[in-house]
């Protein structure tokens, strides 16, 4: 079985792993820290909001049973992309709306739905999501891998 990967950064990472743990065909994920500076960032570092770290999820899924396509139209539904370096009451950096590509396949992907998002007219505001080349994962502490699953929440209270 060949598997892909996918990183997805939507605001506080708890929330969103649970919400790809339950895609049919994602067959793993991890929280973690990209797209910042720091090498080895802890979580007390990335909510500094000075190692310009997202927290994101990485999942590893099965392309015969989820498309890229379809883990995308998950993102989009499931935070608003249109408030820049912000979730709900989450506020910095580290909770901004970006897609890490691992492929140009993915890439062009995530373009083409930000745009068909962007036309749809379903947000009054501009679509502030980054999309940047997937950097180095740091997987984050082991208390925060299925964080919400392991208290037996289903999401984050907001």
């Known amino acids: 079985m060949e598997t892909e990967k996918a990183t997805f950064g939507a605001g506080c990472f708890w929330g969103v792993e649970e919400t790809f743990r339950n895609v049919k065909g994602v067959l793993s994920g991890s929280v973690g820290y990209a797209g910042g500076i ?4 802890t979580y007390q570092d990335v909510c500094t909001d000075k190692t310009g770290h997202a927290e994101v999820v990485e999942v590893a899924f099965d392309p015969s049973q989820v498309s890229y ?9 499931n935070h608003n992309p249109t408030t820049r370096n912000r979730q709900g009451p989450d ?5 901004r709306s970006v897609i890490f ?3 140009p396949e993915q890439q062009a992907a995530a373009i083409a739905s930000k745009e068909k998002l962007e036309k749809s007219g379903r947000f009054n505001r501009p679509i502030v999501t980054q999309i ?9 502490e082991e208390y925060h891998q299925h964080y919400l699953q392991k208290r037996g929440q289903a999401h ?3």
């Not at 720091?38 to 960032?41: A, I, L, R, T």
């Open 132 to 140: 940047e080349p997937a950097s180095t994962f740091w997987r984050a």
């Open 101 to 103: 590509y691992h492929s």
């Open 91 to 95: 506020v910095g950096t580290q909770y």
């Open 69 to 77: 396509d379809e883990l995308l139209d998950v993102f989009w539904s």
């Open 156 to 158: 984050c209270a907001v």
């Open 38 to 41: 720091q090498e080895n960032p």
